[in-house]
């Protein structure tokens, strides 16, 4: 089967590869929709990141080359052993998780968090950029009706978003800030409404992508190459905001993401950083305020896909591009470090 598989930073090949079989408690899915995903594009440009290259992945035992895509929906194909949740015709959308399931955070159920923590996609074991993939039975959720393959391809990065406004402290008519309205950001924003945000100021210094803020509902946007957004942000909301979520990875930013915020109010790091950033302690020190992470997402795959019938995360509004997977690196990974139009670019499953 075809299958686009990363070699090194630069070197991402469509090519053939032995179509993978069932094993026990794994379900196999003809894969439908993938979606490049800003870290697909990190290990594009600058990986590796997530991809093993020296030592094989300890949960899936892969070694690059690896196949990717971690957001993606599909049609159950074949079930193995033992599998009794799904079979052969099923929706699905897999949450591509790869967790070892013994260390501490495993055995609390935050898989997330786990010490050998992969994902399908970027540590081997599989992926949705090709015709077929299999994963464990645990990490396959079905698609309610109505949602279309497209929309399922989009569960994925709408769960990281969701997964961190739930994770803020954050409560129903609260105020929060985004810096950064790439696809996690402007996805943050839907979360925000889901959650009841009275405002959201949103960060962002292309104007196509704060158009599309103020489009998913971002209450007000902030160009920082014009005005001093932590400035602007305590202006429009006296004082500062109750969150701010930090989606941009780039160094300057951490600072005044807390600068935004209000007295004990908190800044969420949604990021994963190339380099270190700088911050003043007194900062956070002086007015009691704190500083959080977050990664990945865990147990809101299905609270995603009821939001999504119920309009939210829509594929129409994210999905700037449909694309074959031939042309993955030429109209996929290079469209999107040149174009800051694109949003979210689908990769059609090859048959
Ligand atoms: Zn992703
Ligand atoms: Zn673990």
Redesign the pocket.
């Known amino acids: 089967m075809k299958a686009a598989r990363w070699y090194k930073a630069k070197d991402i090949r469509v090519e053939e590869v032995t179509e993978p079989k069932p094993g026990a408690g794994q379900v196999k899915i003809k894969v439908k929709w993938a979606g490049i995903c800003g870290s697909d594009l990190h290990e594009y440009v600058a990986g590796p990141i997530f991809v093993p290259v020296k030592t094989p992945h300890p949960v899936s035992h892969d070694i690059a080359p690896i196949v990717m895509g971690h957001e993606f929906s599909g049609e159950v194909f074949d079930v193995g052993e033992g599998v009794t949740r799904v079979k052969a015709g099923d929706r699905v959308v897999v949450e591509p998780i790869l967790?070892?399931?013994?260390?501490d955070?495993?055995l609390h159920g935050k898989y997330n968090l786990?010490?050998?923590l992969g994902f399908h996609g970027l540590s081997g074991g599989g992926g949705g950029f090709a015709a077929y993939t299999t994963v464990g039975e645990r990490w396959v959720h079905k698609m309610p009706e109505g949602l279309s393959f497209e929309q399922g391809a989009l569960v994925e990065p709408a769960a990281v978003a969701l997964h961190a406004v739930r994770l803020s402290s954050l409560k129903a008519g609260g105020t929060a800030a985004v810096f950064g309205a790439g696809p996690i950001g402007l996805l943050v924003v839907e979360a925000l409404k889901v959650a009841g945000a009275s405002a959201i100021h949103v960060v962002e210094l292309s104007p196509q992508r704060g158009a599309k803020a103020l489009e998913l509902g971002a209450t007000s946007i902030i160009d920082p190459s014009k005005e001093n957004a932590a400035a602007r942000i305590r202006e429009l909301t006296p004082g500062g905001v109750d969150v701010a979520f930090e989606v941009t990875g780039v160094p300057a930013v951490l600072q005044q993401c807390i600068d935004a915020t209000r007295y004990e109010g908190e800044t969420l790091i949604v990021s994963i950083w190339e380099k270190e950033a700088a911050f003043q302690p007194n900062t956070v020190v002086l007015k009691e305020k704190s500083l959080k992470g977050t990664i990945a997402y865990r147990d809101v795959f299905p609270a995603v896909m009821n939001l999504m019938v119920q309009g939210y995360f829509s594929a129409d509004k994210l999905v700037t591009k449909r694309i074959e997977l031939d042309d993955i690196v030429t109209q996929g990974f290079d469209t999107l470090v040149a174009e800051k139009s694109q949003i979210k670019i689908l990769v059609r499953a090859p048959d």
Do not use: L, M, N, P
């Open positions: 967790s070892c399931g013994k260390c955070a495993c786990c010490d050998d």
